[in-house]
């Protein structure tokens, strides 16, 4: 069974978990503007991430009989990195400031998302270390396809996640107050140390077993 979209949508809605910065102020915007105004300025930043998707891909492509060779190394490497991250963050006090921009129109919301975006390069590399443990690039499955459905799936994914997260935070407004975002993120760094634990543990497994 060829799972290639619903692996686009995992990473779509991994991407678009809002709990970055960039999500953060969308949240915000939410809450100070209306619905739709954080909805445009989330999908600049869900394009930016089909974008860097593609590039990501590409980047696979070039080095996908290492990473095939190598991959349970590479899943080891990408779990202490999660890992890390998720200690640094949980240790360090989560501060919100309130961003203030004066939008005069939809396109402007849009292209602040993806100006936002778009200097966050270094998500390539996340991406691809993602498009890695998923197991994205299959041999038997064409390249073509695959790019084709793994970007329509990080679309589909990440439009509907912010759909939801704008809608839920517009129902419940009244609910949002930082301390409560900030607890949300702290359980998300949370989920991100166990996943990262996970990951380890299972690849030090196997990586056990091929001695």
Known sequence: MDL?????????????????????YCMELTIRE?????????????????????????FLTRVK????KYENYLSLVIGIFLLIISVRKLMNKVEINEIKIDFKSILQ???????????????????????????????????????IETL??????????????????THFKKLFSEEKVIKAIKIANIMIFVLALILIIISLKKLILCF
């Open 4 to 24: 290639t979209i619903f692996k686009g949508i995992i990473m779509g809605l991994i991407l678009s978990l809002p709990f970055g910065p960039v999500g953060i």
């Open 34 to 58: 209306g619905k739709w105004k954080g909805y445009i300025t989330a999908l600049g930043m869900v394009t930016i991430d089909v974008v860097y998707s593609g590039v990501a891909l590409i």
């Open 65 to 68: 009989d290492y990473i095939i």
């Open 109 to 147: 919301n849009y292209l602040t998302g993806l100006g936002f975006a778009i200097v966050n390069i270094s998500s390539i590399l996340i991406i691809a270390s993602v498009f890695t443990v998923l197991r994205v690039l299959q041999p038997e499955i064409p390249l073509k396809k695959t790019v």
């Open 152 to 169: 329509i799936g990080v679309g589909t994914g990440g439009m509907s996640l912010w759909f939801l997260t704008c809608t839920l935070i």
